[in-house]
């Protein structure tokens, strides 16, 4: 059964930068058939997509792109987020996911999500 | 981008009502639209996807139907897990989501 598990600093300096990584077990990332990706949630707030790789490309949030970057290490079977120059609006739950299949969106799982807080 | 509108933004119901909930694209996604179902605490769980397909394991009191703009998830009789907060999200063009209905107790 399909896994993920996000990892990373709970909490990050104004200024610095954000970084998690999702473990995957139960699957492989290098799967053709699904977008992988980044979603965050600010605290009572709704979903917001950061960013997701597919086949070799990566595509990410038109609001975040100049600061967001996802990795991909499939020899560990893990993506990574990098998130520069963060400030408090930042502070959310992130979660990584198998976003869904690539021609009917299915098959969706999420990890459970990790508190992140920008805060001095 | 595409902007998601969902309504109403919280539900009152019972145990055993008929719920709706009702998603509007602000521009044309065919049918690729997604549901999902939220706890607090926890990750959102895919209940619907290409608007009316029924995720594997996903209780088949939960449909979707739409096309286009206008989207509805329906749950047929609503059970004391269900109380919670869905969100739709379109994937036409990368990803974003509605900004949620928390269907609550009545």
């Known amino acids: 059964q399909l896994q993920l598990q996000e990892s990373g600093p709970g909490l990050v300096k104004p200024s610095e930068t954000l970084s998690l990584t999702c473990s995957v077990s139960g699957g492989s990332i290098s799967s053709s058939s699904y977008y992988w990706g980044w979603f965050r949630q600010p605290p009572g707030k709704g979903l917001k997509w950061i960013g997701s790789f597919y086949s070799g490309s990566t595509y990410y949030n038109s609001s975040l792109k100049s600061r967001v970057t996802v990795s991909v290490d499939t020899s560990k079977n893990q993506f990574s987020l990098k998130l520069i120059s963060v400030t408090a609006a930042d502070t959310a739950v992130y979660f990584c996911?198998?976003?869904?299949?690539?021609?009917?969106?299915?098959?969706?799982?999420w990890g459970q999500g990790t508190l992140v807080t920008v805060s001095s | 981008d595409i902007q998601m509108t969902q309504s109403p933004s919280t539900l009152s119901a019972s145990v055993g009502d008929r719920v709706t909930i009702t998603c509007r694209a602000s521009q044309s996604i065919s049918s690729w639209l997604a549901w999902y179902q939220q706890k607090p605490g926890k990750a959102p769980k895919l209940l619907i996807y290409k608007a009316s397909g029924l995720e594997s394991g996903v209780p088949s009191r939960f449909s979707g139907s739409g096309s286009g703009t206008e989207f509805t998830l329906t749950i047929s009789s609503l059970q004391p897990e269900d109380f919670a907060t869905y969100y739709c999200?379109?994937?036409?063009?990368?990803?974003?989501f509605g900004q949620g209905t928390k269907v609550e107790i009545k």
């Open positions: 996911a198998r976003v869904g299949e690539m021609s009917t969106g299915g098959g969706g799982i």
């Open positions: 999200q379109q994937y036409n063009n990368y990803w974003a």
